[in-house]
Every structure is written in structure tokens, then in C-alpha cells.
């Protein structure tokens, strides 16, 4: 009877101790991982969430492509152990990333900016990046490609912990693929993001996958202090100059809405969005006789796209030729960066530094209004 006794007290602790290694190691419930890590304050795109006593994170994309229509994707990055919660269905990376193939430039300057670059093991369209550090190791650094068009093999080479990618109007082609080779991804959402600043807080995100998410914090949070200081400065000057934005592409000269990352900027650097759109805030199509009268009330023009001076400007476009911004030398295109394949270090780079994009506006806008501010770094004028 007492061996009785002491065989059921240990089968009693041998069950109590194998339920607490399930418990330690995985076997909770999704409903359990509700505790928020990190609430953005811009950013309107993701969620960082976690459960009590767990060392994981979950990272959510609201916003993986445009019209995504409540589809989300999510990832469980793995820590100590632990495994994904019964009823998780994203991706899921064991350990924080060491070996990243970025599938976006601005996911590169993220990297940067958190001075972790040199975890790009791969990249997409390597001509086109402006950045230093990928150009300088090229030979180590893979190029896997684009999105309709990537080269798996080259991908595999580049042993990723993980690929970060994009949707445009639905899931990235990729997604297939990677599933079947066991390459976990993640969807980076900053182009969904119509604040400026919103964009540049998705290196949140990205500093969580790489294991440093109180660095990503202290690196973000610089960013909107200088940045609504100079909105102040901006915000106080009585003279609003009119502002017109791009150029058309064949026949569609696109005009975003208000509220929107370039009518933000615009805002916030103390001028005027010439168009006013309207209650739908998304990009309409204007035609030319409308973008006509709009560059004739403008004091100025940005954002011209392509062109390179002013010759190119009207022989694309002779009938502006007599536009006051235009004889007036006030046209201005944000492609200073421009390498020599076209790649523009605005939309790479520009996503971490909104500050240095609206201190150029200022200066463009209201020149002298800052008193210490040097030459502009992302624009230049159209001469």
C-alpha cells in the first residue's frame, strides 16, 4: 500500500511538472495575447501585444496592402522557448531576426536608423538603393529580385531569418513561396500611412523583430520632438504660400487628398494644399486644364517627378511655360538624392527623417525663417 502511495504522489508531481514546462513552453490561448507592448501614437497600421509572464510578442499589420478590408497578417516572434498560442495562424520566427531580406528600400533605412543595417542579407532591385552600406557590399549582399519577378534561389542563398514585404492591392506574390520553403515574412506597412510621422514609427516594428524594441522607441522618439518643433516655428508666420504637387503620367496627373503624406507635410511646413479634394480623401485624377489653372494660382510647385530642369519641364509641358512659378523660379522637385539608376533617397531614407523633409519645405516656403537651418537636402529647385 505505501509504494502504492508513493508512485501515485509521483506520478502527481511528474504531471505537475510536465504542466508546467507545456505551460512555460506554449499551449496558451490567442485570447490571452491582448496585453499591449506597444500602443503607436502616429501609426495607425500595426499592434505589438503579448501575454502575461510570456517573453514572445505577437506583431499585427492592419494595413498589409491597400483595401485589405479588415485582413490582417501577424507575426509571433518566439523567445525562451515558448511556442504560438493554440489558434495563431501567421508566421512565426524562432528568436530575434540576425538575417534580413528587405523587399523595401524604406525597410533598409529603418534598419539604418537603428544602426542594425548590417543584418540586410538581402535586398530588391540593388541599383535602385541609395544607401551606403548596401552599396559597399554588394558582393555579400544578395539581390533577390522583385515581387512578380524574384529570383528563390538567390533568396535561399541569403539564409534570411526572415523576408519583410509589401501588398500593393492584395498579398504579395511571394507569400505562396515563402510558405513552402519555411521562410517566415512579415508585412511592413508604413506606405499605408498618411502621417509623416506615422510612417517613420513603424521602425517599431522592425526593432521588435531584431530583438531591440526599447532602442527602437528612443530612436523614434527624436523624431516627432524636432519635427513638431519646426511645425511651431512654421505654424506662426502669417503668409501661406499656395503649394502645387506633381507631374501628369501620360494622360493622369494624380492629386492626393488633403490629409494625406505629402498634404501633411505641406500643411505643417506653413503653406497651402492648392487642391482641396474631397469628403472620399483618396487620390483623384485630374486632367490637364484643371492642373492648368491650379499651377497658374500656385506660388508654388513640387514633387515634379521625372524632370530635371526647367527645358525638360516645358517641353513636357509648353502650355505652362507662362505659369508665374515657373517664370519666377518657383518650382521645386524632391530628387536631389537621385542615384544614377533613379533611385530616390526621398522615399528610402526621407521615411526616417520627416523632420529633414519638413525643414527643406520651410526653407522652400519661408526661406530665412530658420535662422540656423543649412542647404536643403532632399529638394532642390528646378532650374
Same mark, same amino acid.
Request: aromatic residues 10%; charged residues 25%.
Given at each position: 500500500?505505501?509504494?502504492?502511495?508513493?508512485?501515485?504522489?509521483?506520478?502527481v508531481?511528474a504531471?505537475?511538472?510536465?504542466?508546467?514546462?507545456?505551460?512555460?513552453?506554449g499551449?496558451?490561448?490567442?485570447?490571452?495575447?491582448?496585453?499591449?507592448?506597444?500602443?503607436p501614437?502616429?501609426?495607425?497600421g500595426?499592434r505589438?501585444?503579448?501575454?502575461?509572464?510570456k517573453?514572445?510578442v505577437?506583431?499585427?499589420?492592419f494595413?498589409?496592402?491597400?483595401?485589405?478590408?479588415g485582413?490582417t497578417?501577424?507575426?509571433?516572434?518566439?523567445?525562451?522557448?515558448?511556442?504560438?498560442?493554440?489558434?495563431?495562424?501567421?508566421?512565426?520566427?524562432d528568436?530575434?531576426?540576425?538575417?534580413?531580406?528587405?523587399m523595401?528600400s524604406?525597410?533598409?533605412?529603418?534598419?539604418?536608423?537603428?544602426?542594425?543595417?548590417?543584418?540586410?542579407?538581402?535586398v530588391?532591385?540593388?541599383?535602385?538603393?541609395?544607401?551606403q552600406?548596401?552599396?559597399?557590399?554588394?558582393?555579400?549582399?544578395?539581390?533577390?529580385?522583385?515581387?512578380?519577378?524574384?529570383?528563390?534561389?538567390?533568396l535561399?542563398?541569403?539564409?534570411p531569418?526572415?523576408?519583410?514585404?509589401?501588398?500593393?492591392?492584395?498579398?504579395?506574390?511571394?507569400?505562396?513561396?515563402?510558405?513552402?520553403?519555411?521562410?517566415?515574412f512579415?508585412?511592413?506597412g508604413?506606405?499605408?500611412?498618411?502621417?509623416p510621422l506615422?510612417k517613420?514609427?513603424?521602425?517599431i516594428?522592425v526593432?521588435?523583430?531584431?530583438?531591440?524594441?526599447?532602442?527602437?522607441?528612443?530612436?523614434?522618439?527624436?523624431?516627432?520632438k524636432?519635427?513638431d518643433?519646426?511645425?511651431?516655428?512654421?505654424?506662426?508666420?502669417?503668409?501661406r504660400?499656395?503649394?502645387?504637387v506633381?507631374?501628369?503620367?501620360?494622360?493622369?496627373?494624380?492629386?492626393?487628398?488633403?490629409?494625406?503624406?505629402v498634404g =501633411? $507635410?505641406i500643411?505643417?511646413? !506653413?503653406? +497651402?494644399?492648392?487642391?482641396? &479634394?474631397?469628403?472620399?480623401?483618396?487620390?483623384?485624377t485630374? @486632367?490637364?486644364?484643371e492642373?492648368?489653372?491650379?499651377?497658374?494660382?500656385?506660388?508654388?510647385w513640387i514633387?515634379t517627378?521625372?524632370?530635371?530642369?526647367?527645358?525638360?519641364?516645358?517641353?513636357?509641358?509648353?502650355?505652362?511655360?507662362?505659369v508665374?512659378?515657373?517664370?519666377?523660379g518657383?518650382?521645386?522637385?524632391?530628387?536631389? =538624392? $537621385?542615384?544614377?539608376?533613379? !533611385?530616390? +533617397?526621398f522615399?528610402?531614407? &526621407?521615411?526616417?527623417?520627416?523632420d529633414?523633409?519638413?525643414? @527643406?519645405?520651410?526653407?522652400?516656403?519661408?526661406?530665412?525663417?530658420?535662422?540656423?537651418?543649412?542647404?536643403?537636402?532632399?529638394?532642390?529647385?528646378?532650374?
Open positions: 500500500m505505501f509504494k502504492k502511495i508513493i508512485f501515485f504522489l509521483a506520478l508531481a504531471t505537475v511538472v510536465v504542466g508546467a514546462l507545456v505551460s512555460c513552453a499551449g496558451s490561448d490567442l485570447s490571452q495575447w491582448n496585453e499591449a507592448v506597444y500602443v501614437e502616429y501609426a495607425g500595426f505589438i501585444s503579448a501575454a502575461e509572464g517573453a514572445s505577437i506583431i499585427t499589420t494595413t498589409p496592402w491597400q483595401g485589405a478590408g485582413e497578417r501577424s507575426l509571433f516572434i518566439a523567445r525562451n522557448g515558448e511556442k504560438a498560442p493554440d489558434g495563431f495562424k501567421g508566421q512565426v520566427l528568436g530575434d531576426a540576425e538575417r534580413i531580406v528587405c523595401s524604406s525597410y533598409i533605412a529603418m534598419l539604418d536608423a537603428l544602426g542594425e543595417i548590417r543584418r540586410v542579407t538581402g530588391s532591385g540593388m541599383d535602385f538603393i541609395a544607401n552600406y548596401v552599396q559597399a557590399n554588394r558582393d555579400r549582399i544578395t539581390d533577390v529580385g522583385y515581387d512578380g519577378n524574384t529570383d528563390y534561389e538567390m535561399l542563398a541569403s539564409a531569418d526572415i523576408v519583410l514585404l509589401y501588398g500593393i492591392t492584395g498579398a504579395s506574390g511571394m507569400e505562396g513561396k515563402l510558405k513552402e520553403l519555411g521562410i517566415p512579415m508585412y511592413i508604413e506606405y499605408m500611412e498618411e502621417s506615422g517613420a514609427e513603424w521602425c516594428p526593432a521588435e523583430i531584431i530583438g531591440c524594441r526599447e532602442k527602437g522607441i528612443e530612436v523614434f522618439n527624436r523624431i516627432p524636432r519635427y518643433s519646426l511645425k511651431a516655428i512654421a505654424s506662426e508666420t502669417a503668409y504660400p499656395k503649394v502645387m506633381n507631374i501628369p503620367y501620360g494622360d493622369a496627373w494624380i492629386m492626393s487628398p488633403p490629409k494625406s503624406y =501633411r $507635410l500643411t505643417d511646413a !506653413g503653406a +497651402d494644399y492648392i487642391y482641396p &479634394g474631397d469628403t472620399t480623401e483618396v487620390s483623384r485630374i @486632367d490637364i486644364e492642373a492648368y489653372r491650379l499651377v497658374n494660382e500656385c506660388d508654388y514633387n517627378g521625372r524632370v530635371a530642369s526647367k527645358a525638360a519641364l516645358l517641353a513636357e509641358l509648353p502650355k505652362f511655360a507662362d508665374p512659378c515657373i517664370k519666377e518657383r518650382v521645386y522637385n524632391n530628387n536631389l =538624392r $537621385l542615384n544614377e539608376h533613379g !533611385g530616390d +533617397d522615399w528610402e531614407s &526621407g521615411i526616417m527623417h520627416p529633414i523633409i519638413l525643414e @527643406d519645405l520651410i526653407n522652400i516656403f519661408h526661406p530665412g525663417l530658420l535662422a540656423q537651418s543649412g542647404p536643403l537636402y532632399y529638394y532642390r529647385k528646378i532650374e
